[in-house]
Every structure is written in structure tokens, then in C-alpha cells.
T-cell receptor, first 115, second 113 residues
Framework: EAGVTQSPTHLIKTRGQQATLRCSPI?????VYWYQQALGLGLQFLLW???????NRGNFPPRFSGRQFPNYSSELNVNALELEDSALYLC??????????????FGQGTRLTVV | EDKVVQSPLSLVVHEGDTVTLNCSYE??????LLWYKQEKKAPTFLFML????IEKKSGRLSSILDKKELSSILNITATQTGDSAIYLC?????????????FGAGTRLTVKP
């Protein structure tokens, strides 16, 4: 069974550009979470999608946005990139069914570098 | 607002030491608490705790949940350099938005030879 896959693995952009990061959850998982992990820092919650809808977002500016597609894959878009957006972006998926106690599984992340 | 707080943020020990990592949470409709280890990129799952007072063990790692105190600890005995990693705590809850999972910022553990 394939795990959570993220693409691209690495991404280099210049300040002001837009970046698009992609995540494919484990088959059967409907919930997708996005996290930002800047160098040396912990996970910062970005966005949570379930069943195609945005359920919650963290304390990030509106230029961080995303969506979830009917097949439950997800995209994270970062507009007007700033140097401090350089970080590892992790995606995790879990089974969103009520009452199910399952762990979230992480992808390998996308390392975004803004120059 | 739900939150998960881990302490300490970082910890440096020597091989053979025993460490205790802490996780406290404030969530409504708690379902479970999970521990992860992040060495390079993708965090890997360690334990899931749903019942208070029950210890989960895997080798030198063990964890207990205290639902009364809304907290959990992760113990690592006889630490090795390979235990150096970020340890993440997450809490799953059922909210009006659906089944949420919220992570703490993590504890960075460094084990020196």
C-alpha cells in the first residue's frame, strides 16, 4: 500500500513568486493536514481538509491557501513568497471517519527554499 | 482554541541517561493521544494512547496517558545516539468540524556519546 506522497521533494523559488505543493493521502484517508516546519522549529499547523472542505486553518496569512480534490489529494499554494517561507512543508493524512482511532501518516515533505 | 503543549522544547543528554518528555493538552471531545519520532523528514508513529493509566511500551520507550491531568509522558531509558530526534505529541479529537488532529511543536532530543 502506498504511503502519503508529496511532490516536489525540493522547490526553489524567488521572492514574490508562487509555489504549489502537492499531497496524495493514503488510499481511504479523507483528512489531509498541512504543516510548516522552519529550520530548527517545531510543526506549525497550516490547514486541515476533510471531505473536500477546509475544516480549519492555522495562524498564517491568507497568501497561504489550498484545496482538496474529489480524490482527496490536496494542494497547498503559497503566493507572494517571502524569504521566511523557506521551510519543510509536511502533509499528513488520516482516516476521517467519526469514532475511528487511527494515527496520521506523514509524507516525506517538500523542502521549499525562497531566494 | 484547542492546543497541545510539549516540554521541554529541547533537551541534551548523554548516552545511558533516562529522559522524560511531557505533553499537555486542552481539547474538547478527546479521542486519543499519539507520539511520533521525527529524525529527518517524515515523522514516524510510536504510540497511540486512548485510556488513562495504561502504559504502552516498545523496547526502551514507554508512554502513559493521564486523562485527569490532561497530559502524557514519553520515557526513554538507556538513551542512545540514535534516539536523537524531534519527538512530537498529537491529540485527536472530535469537533464540530470533524475529526481533528493537533500537534505540539515537539521536543528536540540530542543524545551525546
Amino acid at each position: 500500500e502506498a504511503g502519503v506522497t508529496q511532490s516536489p521533494t525540493h522547490l526553489i523559488k524567488t521572492r514574490g513568486q508562487q509555489a504549489t505543493l502537492r499531497c496524495s493521502p493514503i488510499s481511504g484517508h479523507t483528512s489531509v493536514y498541512w504543516y510548516q516546519q522552519a529550520l530548527g522549529l517545531g510543526l506549525q499547523f497550516l490547514l486541515w481538509y476533510d471531505e473536500g472542505e477546509e475544516r480549519n486553518r492555522g495562524n498564517f496569512p491568507p497568501r497561504f491557501s489550498g484545496r482538496q480534490f474529489p480524490n482527496y489529494s490536496s494542494e497547498l499554494n503559497v503566493n507572494a513568497l517571502e524569504l521566511e517561507d523557506s521551510a519543510l512543508y509536511l502533509c499528513a493524512s488520516s482516516n476521517g471517519q467519526t469514532g475511528m482511532n487511527t494515527e496520521a501518516f506523514f509524507g516525506q515533505g517538500t523542502r521549499l527554499t525562497v531566494v | 482554541e484547542d492546543k497541545v503543549v510539549q516540554s521541554p522544547l529541547s533537551l541534551v543528554v548523554h548516552e545511558g541517561d533516562t529522559v522524560t518528555l511531557n505533553c499537555s493538552y486542552e481539547v474538547t471531545n478527546f479521542r486519543s493521544l499519539l507520539w511520533y519520532k521525527q529524525e529527518k523528514k517524515a515523522p514516524t508513529f510510536l504510540f497511540m494512547l486512548t485510556s488513562s493509566g495504561i502504559e504502552k511500551k516498545s523496547g526502551r520507550l514507554s508512554s502513559i496517558l493521564d486523562k485527569k491531568e490532561l497530559s502524557s509522558i514519553l520515557n526513554i531509558t538507556a538513551t542512545q545516539t540514535g534516539d536523537s530526534a524531534i519527538y512530537l505529541c498529537a491529540v485527536a479529537s472530535t469537533t464540530w468540524r470533524g475529526n481533528d488532529m493537533r500537534f505540539g511543536a515537539g521536543t528536540r532530543l540530542t543524545v551525546k556519546p
